[in-house]
């Protein structure tokens, strides 16, 4: 479902959104469905100019074919695989986050998903020298913790202070505003071309945490909840094919009936991600900043494969023989 939204096509303006909005049509499905001489009565709009609107919705939403080779030459020519710096972590994704897919990692609290978010920034700002956009939900993304990994990748104050540049640090504090922050960027690639400094191109887009402004409404407010998760999703994978992003995501976990763990948002956020992977504590692990990382969804391998992570992966110095201090690393992430 696409929320209907000021703008979307000529004659939409400000005031039809919410004269539609207050007749229960919230969504370009229910405008399309909706028979066009009696919503034109219930909201006091010209006839023709609700129905001009109707065949540009229907221009922009309706689906068309493609073939199964035009699809993978599409695939060939636009696809690549960006290393999170950490090569246990690497492969377990099969090299990599991918562009053009959504990757999610789930983990409870202190499992250390915001370390693996900054992590990736650091190593796709710094190595490869490409933008990142990250969207931080719940405010545990800080600057010193960024500069402390990337302190630890160059000694150069200079290249620090650039890579700084190319990550583009957006709050988010609902669902609407990441919404909005999301309909920014991506509308006609402008909001992404703002972002791209030093020559580079924006490469990843993290948002962190995913299920942090969507999970709160998923009681009371169910209905509305279900329509907002299913538009960020489309926002998403819209920008990843689009863009050629790749774009990593967070989300809490609960417990299914046997006590499982899981990653949360349910059944229908299940389908959005390509790869999902979940991040443990080991309860007994003689190093606190050991993880134990498994991939639950994949198309590339087998699922359920398990590997040992070390978030302070990314915070040790590069030059292993200088002498150099290790950074600690606050685990509480």
């Known amino acids: 479902m ?8 000529p004659g939409l303006d400000q005031d039809l ?30 006839y023709q100019a609700l129905i001009a609107i109707r065949r540009v919705l229907l221009a922009q939403h309706a689906s068309f074919p493609v073939s199964g080779a035009d699809l993978y030459d599409e695939l060939l020519s636009s696809s ?15 090299s990599g986050v991918y ?26 700002s ?11 939900t719940t405010g545990g993304l800080t600057a010193g913790r960024l500069q402390q990994m990337l302190q630890s990748q160059t000694r150069s104050h200079e290249q620090q202070t650039e890579a700084m540049q190319r990550i583009a640090v957006y709050r988010a504090v609902d669902v609407f505003s990441l919404l909005d922050c ?17 020559g580079g191109s924006v490469k990843v887009l993290i948002v962190d945490s995913v299920s942090a402004v969507i999970a709160p409404l998923l009681g009371s407010r169910h209905q509305e909840a279900m329509v907002m998760m299913t538009q960020v999703a489309i926002s998403l994978k819209t920008m990843a094919k689009d ?3 790749a774009v990593l995501v967070t989300n809490h976990v609960s417990r299914n009936d046997e006590g499982e763990v899981q990653p949360g948002l349910g059944v229908t956020w299940s389908h959005v991600p ?14 606190p900043a050991l993880r134990s990382v498994t991939l639950i969804k994949s198309s590339r391998r087998p699922c359920l494969i398990r590997a040992e992570l070390d978030l302070q992966w990314w915070s040790r110095s590069s030059s292993q023989g200088s002498g150099k201090t290790k950074s600690d690393v606050n685990d509480d992430l």
């Not at 909706?34 to 919503?39: G, N, R, Y």
């Open 99 to 124: 562009t053009g897919e959504v990757t999610e990692l789930a983990g409870g609290p202190g499992s250390g998903k915001t370390q693996v978010c900054m992590g990736l920034a650091a190593t796709v």
């Open 2 to 9: 696409v929320l209907l939204r000021e703008g979307m096509c």
């Open 274 to 287: 390509r790869t999902r992977i979940l991040l443990e504590r080991l309860p007994d692990a003689e190093r």
């Open 17 to 46: 959104v919410r004269r539609l909005r207050d007749v229960h049509v919230k969504t370009v499905e229910n405008y399309v469905s909706s028979d066009i001489e009696d919503l034109a009565k219930k909201c006091s709009a010209s």
């Open 80 to 94: 690549a695989i960006l290393s999170t710096g950490n090569p246990d972590l690497d492969a377990l994704l099969d």
């Open 182 to 198: 999301l309909h920014r960027l991506g509308a006609n690639g402008g909001g992404l071309r703002q972002a791209s400094v030093g």
């Open 243 to 245: 863009f050629n992003l």
């Open 126 to 136: 710094q190595h490869l020298k490409q933008n990142v956009i990250y969207v931080d």
